[in-house]
């Protein structure tokens, strides 16, 4: 590939990579809006939690289909049509304020969510310069996070009630849609290789799914039960939630180190050097209820490498795969990571409730171990 194609082909990654955070952006600015909004109706707060589960069991679902999808249609056409989807979602938030519409607006939101993450990372990894693969991951996970953690702020910072912050975060996803409809059809080359299904992925690299699966339950599946702890040890609700928040400070920090890491040292020493570390901040939790602030340390790295896990993982994916293969591939790794945070969250609400900070220590220590057995066996 030439150096003034591959600079073009990286030009719409980086659109692509815009339009998607941003939309994260109105994701992660409406989410908690809903949220209260829901609570303050009179819903009781395992509706609101069924209600939040919505747009992720949409992506769980729809995920191992959305590479064939890519196949046929091409990345363009299929993050249109996603982006389309999410703007539907966006706008039935603002027109409605009634739990059965927004649902279905989760629903449809969901759908579309499934298929600009996959569109996004496969076109990322296929496109990347080899040797800035990690770096390029990196930034956009980097991204990805910080809209993450300033969405909740907005309005806040913005003074406003909820219906103008819904009615925002539908303007901002119409602009991806823009910026997604103005580029051409095939700004981006479809090689001409078969394209790998989600199953043949997780087949070809079981390792690196379980990887990723390990970096969800560090990660996106601790945020809740973290902060549940720490209420449960006699702290209030901004310190308890600060818990959490370390969690996703640690993700937004460690995207790009760990991007840099993956291109200049060996896989194996990466993983490595990471499983170490839940390892090691997952037997300190043991002694937090003799030293509160260990809460905040161990926060720290379960977010910032278990979030790494994962973008260490699309790095491989890059690397293992080919073409449009790399769309099944980074299914695998989406998939893997969904459902570790999903099935994080209720694992180590288990442990704590029947066993304390010891049996999550155990669960968690458990989970590090395995990551490092894997690490070892990573080509």
């Known amino acids: 590939m030439s150096a003034q194609v591959q600079g073009s082909a990286m030009g719409v990654v980086w659109r692509l990579a815009s339009a998607t955070a941003l939309i994260v952006l109105a994701f992660s600015m409406a989410a908690p809006v809903l949220a209260v909004s829901l609570k303050q109706a009179g819903h009781s707060t395992a509706t609101v939690g069924l209600f939040a589960m919505i747009p992720f069991l949409m992506i769980g679902l729809l995920i191992p289909v959305v590479p064939r999808v890519l196949a046929r249609w091409g990345v363009i056409r299929t993050y249109r049509w996603g982006s389309l989807l999410e703007l539907a979602g966006g706008a039935g938030y603002a027109l409605t304020d009634s739990l059965l519409w927004w649902s279905l607006a989760s629903v449809v939101s969901g759908a579309?969510?499934?298929?600009?993450?996959?569109?996004?990372?496969?076109?990322?990894?296929?496109?990347?310069?080899?040797?800035?693969?990690?770096?390029?991951?990196?930034?956009?996970?980097?991204?990805?996070?910080?809209?993450?953690?300033?969405?909740?702020?907005?309005?806040?910072?913005?003074?406003?009630?909820?219906?103008?912050?819904?009615?925002?975060?539908?303007?901002?996803?119409?602009?991806?849609?823009?910026?997604?409809?103005?580029?051409?059809?095939?700004?981006?080359?479809?090689?001409?290789?078969?394209?790998?299904?989600?199953?043949?992925?997780?087949?070809?690299?079981?390792?690196?799914?379980?990887?990723?699966?390990?970096?969800?339950?560090?990660?996106?599946?601790?945020?809740?039960?973290?902060?549940?702890?720490?209420?449960?040890?006699?702290?209030?609700?901004?310190?308890?939630?600060?818990?959490?928040?370390?969690?996703?400070?640690?993700?937004?920090?460690?995207?790009?180190?760990?991007?840099v890491a993956a291109d200049r040292f060996r896989p194996q020493a990466v993983f490595g050097g990471a499983a170490l570390l839940l390892l090691a901040a997952s037997i300190a939790f043991a002694f937090a209820p003799q030293a509160p602030w260990l809460m905040w340390a161990v926060g720290l790295v379960w977010g910032g490498v278990g979030g790494a896990l994962y973008t260490l993982t699309m790095v491989r994916v890059a690397h293992e795969f080919a073409g449009r293969a790399t769309a099944g591939g980074a299914a695998a790794m989406i998939t893997g990571y969904t459902v570790g945070g999903t099935v994080g969250p209720v694992a180590s609400g288990v442990a704590l409730q029947f066993w304390g900070a010891i049996g999550l220590s155990a669960v968690l220590s458990a989970a590090a171990l395995a990551a490092l057995a894997a690490s070892r066996r990573i080509a």
């Open 112 to 259: 579309g969510a499934a298929a600009l993450w996959n569109a996004t990372e496969a076109l990322l990894a296929r496109e990347a310069p080899p040797d800035q693969r990690g770096r390029v991951m990196g930034l956009y996970q980097t991204a990805l996070g910080a809209a993450l953690a300033l969405g909740p702020f907005v309005p806040a910072l913005l003074g406003w009630g909820a219906e103008p912050v819904l009615w925002l975060a539908a303007a901002m996803i119409a602009l991806c849609c823009a910026i997604v409809l103005a580029i051409p059809l095939h700004a981006t080359s479809e090689p001409p290789h078969a394209q790998s299904g989600t199953w043949h992925a997780l087949r070809t690299v079981p390792l690196l799914a379980g990887l990723a699966f390990i970096g969800g339950v560090f990660e996106a599946g601790l945020i809740s039960v973290s902060a549940a702890y720490a209420s449960a040890t006699g702290l209030g609700l901004s310190a308890a939630a600060s818990v959490a928040g370390a969690i996703g400070m640690g993700s937004f920090a460690c995207q790009y180190p760990a991007g």
